[in-house]
C-alpha cells in the first residue's frame, strides 16, 4: 500500500499537516517528576534532542486530538495493539496485549501480558484498560478522539489479564487499528478521573506512563525531557538511547540552522519546502522522507456557513451551491505549484491516493472536469440556486499549527475566489489554542483543518469526519452515510469495501462537508551521523530507536 520505511536520501519532500512555530522562552511552570524508580532503562548512549515545531495541548489523551500531543503520547504511553518500527503495511501487532482476536462477531478479546505495571509501580491490569475507554466516552471532549470509538458498545473485564470489547456493529474490520490510535493510550485507573480532564503537572507528578519513556521534566510546549521506562514490556522493546529532550520552536529558521550546526539531532516537524530544498544539499544533516497520508482541506460549518441553519436566510439549496461553487473555483495544483514547489499534490477525493478507495470525485464533478477552475460554471450554479453574488464568506486560518506558509495558502484560496467576482472572502487568523475552542464553538464557518491519519486504513479519511457525532463538530448528519461506514467495517471482502468507499466519498462530495485540497508525506532531518530516524506506514514518530 505504502513504501516501506524508507532510509536518508536526498529528495524534496514537506510535510507541514500541524506544523506549529512555537520556541517558547523560559518562562513556562516546569514540573519535574523527580527520580522516580520507573526510569533509567534504555540502551545508553548520549543525551538527544529532536526540535519540533508542533504545539502540545494536552498530555491527557481524553483532552486532545492533534499530531502534536499525539507524538508525545506516542513516547510515554503503551497501547493495546501497535505498529511496529519499520513497519511495510501498518497492521496492528500487540503490544502491551499478550493476544488480541475476535472471539464472536462483535466481540474482540484482550488478554494482557504478565506483570505490567505504570511507571509510579502502580500495577497495569484490566481495570486501567477499561477505565482508559469508559472516560474517554464519558468526557468526550470535543477537541478529543472519542469519535474514534463510534462502534464501541461497552468494555466488560473477564479478569486481570482479560478484557473484552464488544461492539454494536459485528466485524469492525478497523478495530484493531483504533486500539492503536490516539484513542488508544493507556492510562492509570489509580491517577486519571472518571469524567474529567487530568492536569499535565499531576500526570508528569505521578509517573502516569506505561510507554517506552517516562517524562521528567515537562514545560509544556518548551522543553520535555524523556527517560527511558525499565519496566517497559511493549511492542518497540528497549530505547536506544537513555534520555532524548524535545525542544520547541517559534520559528522554523532557527530550528533548521540548529540542526545544520548540530545543536539538536533531529527535526520533526515542520520545515518549509525551500528549507528541505537547501537541507537536501548540505552534507551534514540528512532528510528522511517516510509514505504520505497527511490532507489540508476546508471545514464547512453547516449552521453557521452561507445560508447555513442558523443564518438569518437559512436555505440548504443556497448553502450546498455556496459551498459546490467554492469548488468550481478552487485550483489545487496552483497552489501546491507556488506555495509548496509541488511537495504537496492536489487533493481531489477524501481518501488520497495509495488507499483503495482513493478517486477524482472534485476532478470529475467540479471546475473544468480536469482539476482546473471553472468560474462560468461556478456562476451559474449560483444564478441557478438564486444565490446573489458577490457572496460574502468568512475563511478562517491558523498561523502557528499548520506551517509557516498557511498565510501564503489561504491568500491563494481567497485570491482564486475572488479573481472573478462571486466571493467576497473575509480571511482571518487566529492563533491554535483559541483556534481549537472556536472552531467547535461554531464560531467560524468555513476553516482551515489539516489531517495526519491515526492509522493506515482508508476508514481513518471518512468516519472521524462524516459519522453524525464526528470530531469536526460540524452539524454534517447524513443517515445513509452513517449506515454505508457502519456498512464497511464490518465488509471483509476488499473489493466490495473499497466500492462502499467510493459510494460514500460520491455522496459527501455531493453535499461538500469539508473541501479537500492537499495531499502530502512524512518528512524528518536529522544530523548525520543520528541512527533509527523510521518513518513508515504507521504515521507515528518514534524516538526509541534513535542513537548515535
Not at 545543536?263 to 532528510?287: F, G, K, P, Q, Y
Not at 438569518?312 to 497552489?335: H, M, N
Amino acid at each position: 500500500m505504502f513504501d516501506a520505511a524508507l532510509t536518508p536520501k536526498r529528495r524534496t519532500v514537506l510535510l507541514t499537516m500541524a506544523g506549529v512555530p512555537v520556541l517558547l522562552t523560559a518562562c513556562a511552570e516546569t514540573t519535574d517528576s523527580g527520580d522516580g524508580g520507573g526510569s533509567g532503562g534504555g540502551g545508553g548512549g548520549e543525551a538527544l534532542t529532536v526540535g519540533t515545531t508542533d504545539k502540545v495541548t494536552a498530555l491527557d489523551p481524553a483532552a486532545a486530538y492533534d499530531n502534536g500531543s499525539s507524538t508525545v503520547w506516542t513516547q510515554c504511553y503503551a497501547y493495546l495493539m501497535n505498529t511496529s518500527i519499520g513497519s511495510e503495511d501498518g497492521v496492528p501487532e500487540p503490544d502491551l496485549a499478550e493476544t488480541a482476536e475476535f472471539t464472536s462477531d462483535n466481540v474482540y478479546t484482550v488478554t494482557l501480558k504478565e506483570g505490567l505495571t505504570f511507571a509510579s509501580g502502580n500495577e497495569l491490569t484490566t481495570e486501567d484498560v477499561k477505565h482508559t475507554f469508559d472516560r474517554q466516552l464519558a468526557i468526550a471532549d470535543p477537541n478529543g478522539p472519542s469519535s474514534l470509538l463510534g462502534n464501541l458498545e461497552k468494555v466488560e473485564i473477564i479478569d486481570d489479564l482479560v478484557v473484552e470489547f464488544h461492539l454494536k456493529e459485528p466485524g469492525d474490520q478497523t478495530f484493531p487499528y483504533v486500539l492503536c490510535s490516539p484513542a488508544g493510550p493507556i492510562v492509570d485507573a489509580e491517577v486519571f478521573p472518571a469524567d474529567e480532564i487530568l492536569p499535565d503537572d499531576e500526570i508528569v507528578a505521578a509517573e502516569a506512563f506505561c510507554g517506552p519513556y517516562t517524562i521528567t521534566s515537562w514545560k509544556i510546549n518548551e522543553l520535555v525531557t524523556f527517560e527511558a521506562f525499565d519496566g517497559y514490556q511493549g511492542l518497540f522493546g528497549t530505547p536506544a538511547t537513555t534520555s532524548v529532550s524535545m525542544s520547541y520552536y517559534a520559528d522554523q529558521n532557527n530550528m533548521k540552522l540548529d540542526v545544520q550546526q548540530g545543536n539538536i539531532d533531529c527535526v520533526w516537524r515542520s520545515l518549509s519546502a525551500t528549507d528541505v530544498a537547501d537541507l537536501e544539499d548540505d552534507d551534514a544533516v540528512a532528510v528522511h522522507d517516510g509514505p504520505g497520508g497527511e490532507i489540508r482541506y476546508i471545514v464547512f460549518n453547516f449552521h453557521t456557513n452561507p445560508y447555513g441553519e442558523d443564518t438569518d436566510e437559512a436555505d440548504p439549496d443556497k448553502a450546498r451551491a455556496v459551498r459546490q461553487a467554492v469548488a468550481d473555483l478552487l485550483d489545487r495544483q496552483a497552489i501546491a505549484t507556488s506555495v509548496y514547489n509541488d511537495t504537496y499534490t492536489p487533493l481531489y477525493s477524501y481518501i488520497p491516493e495509495g488507499l483503495p478507495g482513493a478517486g477524482t470525485q472534485f476532478q470529475d464533478m467540479y471546475g473544468d472536469g480536469s482539476g482546473g477552475p471553472d468560474p462560468a460554471r461556478a456562476k451559474k450554479r449560483l444564478e441557478d440556486a438564486g444565490v446573489e453574488t458577490p457572496v460574502a464568506l468568512s475563511l478562517q486560518y491558523n498561523p502557528d499549527h499548520y506551517g509557516n506558509s498557511s498565510g501564503d495558502e489561504y491568500a491563494a484560496v481567497k485570491n482564486q475566489l475572488e479573481a472573478d467576482g462571486l466571493f467576497e472572502v473575509d480571511l482571518k487568523s487566529t492563533e491554535w489554542v483559541q483556534y481549537s475552542d472556536d472552531r467547535v464553538s461554531d464560531v467560524y464557518p468555513a476553516y482551515q483543518l489539516g489531517w495526519f491519519p491515526d492509522y493506515s486504513d482508508a476508514d481513518n479519511y471518512l468516519s472521524p469526519f462524516f459519522v453524525t457525532e464526528n470530531f469536526l463538530a460540524n452539524h454534517f448528519s447524513n443517515p445513509e452515510v452513517d449506515d454505508l461506514i457502519a456498512q464497511q467495517r464490518g465488509t471483509e471482502d476488499p473489493d466490495e469495501r473499497e466500492a462502499l468507499f467510493v459510494q460514500i466519498q460520491d455522496i459527501v462530495a455531493e453535499e461538500i462537508s469539508t473541501l479537500p485540497l492537499l495531499q502530502g508525506a512524512q518528512i524528518a532531518v536529522s544530523t548525520a551521523d543520528l541512527e533509527g530516524v523510521t518513518l513508515d506506514s504507521s504515521f507515528k514518530f518514534r524516538i526509541s530507536p534513535l542513537s548515535k
